[in-house]
């Protein structure tokens, strides 16, 4: 199994959401508001004034566990969902999960 996380400005929280819920293979996932700290570009559209002054841009981050066949399935859905407007630009990565259940 795998983890897909993905990380969004707070802005495009909805539209990602949307995305997910389109996709068969997505069962769930988890969403937390988490601040963005770095070096950002200028041409960043995501930047506001207010990002610029405080210095963290609001993010959110998505964590959707998955079977290791439906990783790719779901990457790709959401590259051409990106692709033809219907997504913004997001950053992501993939771990290994172990183990899931519930307790």
Same mark, same amino acid.
């Given at each position: 199994?795998?983890?897909?996380?993905?990380?969004?400005?707070?802005?495009?929280?909805?539209?990602?959401?949307?995305?997910?819920?389109?996709?068969?293979?997505?069962?769930?996932?988890?969403?937390?508001?988490?601040?963005?700290?770095?070096?950002?570009?200028?041409?960043?559209?995501?930047?506001? =004034? /207010?990002? !610029?002054?405080?210095?963290?841009?609001?993010?959110?981050?998505?964590?959707? &566990?998955? @079977? *290791?066949?439906? +990783?790719?399935?779901?990457?790709?859905?959401?590259?051409? =969902? /990106?692709? !033809?407007?219907?997504?913004?630009?997001?950053?992501?990565?993939?771990?290994? &999960?172990? @183990? *899931?259940?519930? +307790?």
């Amino acid at each position: 199994m795998k983890c897909l996380t993905i990380i969004i400005h707070t802005d495009d929280q909805q539209e990602l959401t949307n995305q997910l819920r389109t996709i068969g293979q997505v069962q769930g996932f988890t969403m937390n508001h988490v601040e963005g700290h770095g070096i950002e570009p200028e041409q960043d559209s995501f930047l506001s =004034a /207010r990002d !610029s002054v405080v210095g963290a841009i609001p993010r959110v981050r998505a964590d959707i &566990v998955l @079977q *290791d066949s439906d +990783l790719d399935v779901v990457l790709n859905t959401l590259r051409n =969902a /990106r692709a !033809s407007g219907q997504m913004k630009g997001a950053y992501y990565w993939v771990t290994a &999960v172990e @183990q *899931d259940g519930h +307790l």
